[in-house]
């Protein structure tokens, strides 16, 4: 079934709407600073991996071998090459080592990957088209803590791995072996019904969560728009990236599966995660911030024509 962008704006806008939702609840300090770290715990350690079981297990798609294996190599060589991109066109754009050329890179190639092209997929394909992007994101997450790393700190690609030991890259791999072998099929009843619930909070209270995380940065608004930052942001997250994943599932040797997700991750804005790599690594948070911002703001028109416009390029149809 073709789709339309007025369709597509009315499927993207509710993810928009609960993550400004998000930014109410802690400028109103329904959600407090002392509480943040408690709700992203949550989400992170106990909503996703549920999450993510409930995406995988017994999900065919995921029993493909190409669906195992290009989908993570996919994911890190667009996100490592996001990065590269965003170097190049910052040193273009005058930006330097020391002031800003790394966290212009980083928060540039990294596109956001999961809470917002979740329901995405979910609406445009279905609940099984989730698995698939989970197997892609370990490929992004493998980029973001070695390419990434190195791009914001210069840090060495060692300590980059061992970040990506992590609740919910551990409950992929094992999801993924209880699929191909089938032992997820004998998971009982009872604890589906434990699984199922805990899942069902992961995406509206990660959209929620990352409204509470961008919020503090909005105090004070005249430094959050740098008119040269942000255009170059989307001319490269916005344009020129899109076009060349948009290429890649045109004519790349991808399962219908994995072009669905990389339609969908062409069109999006950057991720959130750079500004905390930033604040952590002696990045420059407020520039990441001003690009994600900037990215989103845009997106929430550009994500439906891309999104439009990459279904027909790339032969495929929404359910």
Not at 78 to 105: D, E, K, S, Y
Request: glycine letters at 10%; hydrophobic letters at 60%; one cysteine or more.
């Amino acid at each position: 079934m073709s789709v339309t962008y007025v369709q597509l704006f009315l499927t993207v806008l509710p993810v928009f709407l609960l993550i400004a939702a998000g930014a109410v609840a802690r400028r109103a300090e329904w959600i407090t600073q002392q509480g943040e770290d408690s709700m992203f715990n949550l989400v992170f350690r106990l909503f996703f991996p549920a999450l993510i079981l409930e995406s995988v297990l017994n999900n065919p798609a995921v029993r493909d071998p190409a669906n195992v294996l290009l989908p993570p190599l996919a994911g890190f060589l667009i996100t490592a090459g996001g990065m590269g991109v965003g170097w190049l066109v910052g040193r273009a754009f005058g930006l330097q080592v020391g002031t800003g050329l790394r966290t212009f890179a980083l928060a540039v190639g990294i596109s956001n990957y999961g809470y917002l092209p979740l329901p995405i997929m979910d609406s445009l394909f279905g609940p099984a088209s989730r698995g698939v992007l989970f197997v892609h994101n370990l490929g992004v997450e493998a980029a973001i803590w070695t390419v990434g790393l190195l791009v914001v700190s210069g840090a060495s690609l060692r300590a980059g791995w061992r970040k990506l030991l992590n609740a919910p890259l551990i409950t992929l791999v094992v999801a993924v072996i209880l699929n191909l072998t089938g032992v997820g099929a004998l998971i009982p009843p009872v604890l589906w019904k434990v699984i199922t619930p805990l899942a069902t909070c992961a995406v509206p209270i990660g959209l929620l969560m990352t409204g509470v995380s961008i919020q503090p940065h909005l105090d004070d608004p005249k430094r959050l728009f740098a008119p040269r930052i942000g255009v170059a942001a989307a001319v490269i997250r916005l344009a020129l990236l899109p076009l060349a994943i948009l290429a890649l599932a045109r004519f790349g040797p991808w399962t219908e599966d994995l072009k669905r997700v990389l339609v969908v991750q062409a069109a999006m804005p950057s991720a959130v995660l750079p500004v905390i790599l930033a604040r952590v690594y002696g990045g420059q948070p407020l520039l990441a911030v001003q690009i994600v911002l900037a990215t989103t703001a845009i997106g929430l028109f550009s994500i439906p024509f891309w999104i439009s416009w990459g279904l027909g390029l790339a032969g495929l149809a929404a359910r």
